[in-house]
């Protein structure tokens, strides 16, 4: 079976995720695929093929040396965002792609003014949708990817390799993908999760992030009789936001660039709440971020009265740099795999957190690597064939490289 064939029987499950779910996995269909992929698995030679009662899918490709080498893993996710349908998936194939506009079906066009990114990869062959679902390659291309690249190392022997281990997990695009991972049983040194983009993408900078609950208790009285009584918590709302800086907002940063975010605000003249999200690359200002928000409800405090504003800031996640700086041969190695197999590396923050963040802060070092999928969550979704073939050459070179890695 070649990595299309593979790829194309994947997107044929729907395995959408839902976010209203209590259960885990959080829809039972995703359940369907795992066990198709499960039998795959055991199929294609793998061992130790796992799947727990949560979704979780862990096998293992035995080493074929004798040193001591790490161990290390490939990870991608089966589910497919909840933004967009993933049932009874179309996908076409354009062959050659020429760099003009491309029909999906009546009326539905993907074009190249739009998304110049399908310009990248002209005389490639793209796997598009019929316009009417999202495709999948997010993140079924990395599984793709993956497999392939096991059963390529079974079938060249003459590559020499240490135990790698692999593991898809559902929920990722709910983010609850590595929740229930069981990092001691994956039992990695480190690891990868193939959930990037377009080719040569590498990512192992995400932001540390909090929440922060502001409430605001205001004094309601007639205001007929309110002078020097009333305190219109509406109107302490509308300070406290004011004393936020107003270039500090998701509409007016990029790149390293922290934030505050005012998702909400709930108020009325007895109580105010605003609702914020921190995020900040840097620890220092991340920590800094969260001082100021604590030091406006100080301000605050002063001039109306003690207890009328309360902030609550809460960490949500943390910025997996911290754990991969004193490991970087663990990005080396995949620098020089994409190099050694003529894909130029493309490495960015991540403005935002992913599953490999989180796995890093359970002791799992786990940037995330390029899976070839473009326009995610969307009827636009394509991926070329040529991107997979080399996510997959990628694959198998880390995996060549880490055998000849010393400590
Ligand atoms: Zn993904």
């Known amino acids: 079976m070649d990595i299309t064939e593979r790829f194309l029987n994947y997107v044929k499950f729907d395995t959408q995720s839902s976010e209203e779910s ?29 799947l727990d009662e949560k979704g979780y899918l862990y096998a293992t490709l035995k080493g074929n040396i004798k040193e001591e080498v790490p161990t290390i893993g490939f990870i991608s996710h089966y589910d497919t965002s909840p933004d967009c349908s993933g049932a009874d998936i179309k996908p076409q194939i354009v062959q050659n792609y020429n760099g003009t506009d491309i029909l999906l079906s009546e009326g539905i066009i993907s074009s190249p003014k739009k998304f110049p990114e399908l310009l990248q990869h002209v005389g490639e062959d793209l ?23 096991m059963v390529y190392l079974q079938e060249h022997k003459e590559i020499k390799h240490g135990k790698i281990r692999v593991a898809f997990n559902p929920d990722e695009e709910i983010g609850m993908g590595a929740h229930h991972f069981d990092v001691e049983k994956f039992g990695c040194e480190w690891a990868y ?61 990029e790149g390293y660039q922290g934030f505050y975010h005012l998702l909400g605000i709930q108020s009325n003249i007895e109580l105010a709440k605003l ?43 943390y910025n997996m ?33 992913t599953d490999g963040a989180q796995l890093s802060f359970k002791g799992l070092p786990c940037p995330n690597i390029f899976a070839g999928g473009v326009n995610f969550h969307g009827p636009y979704e394509f991926v070329s064939i040529q991107s997979m073939e080399k996510a997959m050459n990628v694959i198998v070179k880390i995996c060549e490289l880490t055998a000849g890695y010393n400590d």
């Open 22 to 50: 209590q259960t885990v996995p959080s829809t039972s269909k995703q359940l369907l695929f795992a066990e198709y992929l499960k039998k795959e698995l055991e199929r294609e030679g793998l061992d130790d093929v796992e």
């Open 127 to 149: 796997i598009v949708t019929d316009g009417h679902t999202l495709l999948g390659a997010d993140d079924k291309a990395g599984i793709a990817e993956i497999v392939q690249a």
């Open 321 to 353: 740099k911290e754990k991969i700086d004193p490991q970087m041969h663990v990005i080396d190695l995949v620098l020089r795999a994409m190099q050694d197999t003529g894909v130029a590396p493309k490495v960015s923050p991540i403005r935002g957190g």
């Open 193 to 253: 999760t193939m959930d990037g983009g377009d080719v040569g993408e590498l990512e192992f900078e995400n932001f540390n992030a909090a929440s922060a609950k502001i409430t605001i208790k205001g004094v309601s009285v007639h205001p007929g009789y309110a002078k020097g009584k009333m305190i219109n918590a509406n109107a302490l709302a509308a300070e406290f936001a004011k004393m936020l800086p107003e270039d500090e907002t998701p509409e007016t940063t």
């Open 275 to 317: 609702n914020y999200i921190i995020r900040d690359h840097d620890r220092e200002k991340f920590e800094d971020r969260k001082h100021f928000i604590m030091q406006c409800a100080e301000k605050m405090n002063e001039k109306y009265g003690e207890g009328t504003v309360e902030a609550v800031v809460s960490d949500q996640y």
